[in-house]
């Protein structure tokens, strides 16, 4: 189809855009590799994905190449395969879940009273009661160059927080302290 894949960025761009913890700095095509690279590296993100759609006549498939921006390195490779009348809806939704999902999760805490605080991340992000996250230095946290997420240094870590109550887009738990200092 004449303009197919354009169409398609901009489907999938708008599909991850509702999830809270994914921001599209620029959705469009590209020539080659070098042009995605560059791209992602002027706009400052984290990640970028190049999309390979193949269509028959009763088959669509697209596969997607996650590559981090700092370095291009690949880090995930997603093919997703529909038939059907909705084949191609069907498949860029399965495609936007399953980047969504394998993106962790980072939030900030927004409010803290005692051993309660209150976090950025809810429901929508797959935030679960009984979830544990850690709460690290702020800064400390750096882009892990060989896969999805981040990480930090053990001694980053000032306390452990403990999922009690979710809501869409917001979360409460207990912190439980790392030392003798508070956070």
């Known amino acids: 189809h004449y303009d197919g894949e354009i169409v398609l960025v901009h489907f999938l761009s708008d599909l991850l855009f509702h999830f809270e913890n994914i921001s599209i700095e620029h959705a469009g095509p590209i020539s080659a590799f070098s042009d995605g690279f560059r791209t992602a590296r002027e706009k400052g993100t984290d990640y970028f994905l190049i999309l390979y759609p193949e269509e028959s006549e009763r088959i669509f498939n697209v596969r997607g190449e996650l590559y981090i ?93 403990i999922i009690s109550e979710t809501d869409e887009s917001v979360s409460l738990g207990v912190v439980q302290r790392s030392g003798f200092f508070d956070m």
């Open 69 to 161: 921006s700092d370095t291009g390195g690949a880090v995930r490779e997603y093919s997703v395969m529909r038939t059907g009348n909705d084949k191609v809806t069907n498949a860029m939704v399965k495609l936007a879940e399953r980047i969504q999902s394998d993106l962790v999760p980072t939030g900030q805490l927004l409010q803290r009273k005692f051993d309660t605080a209150l976090i950025n991340l809810g429901t929508m992000e797959g935030v679960e009661k009984g979830q544990t996250f850690h709460i690290v230095k702020r800064g400390s946290a750096e882009l892990n160059y060989h896969d999805l997420g981040f990480f930090y240094p053990e001694d980053a870590i000032v306390g452990t927080l």
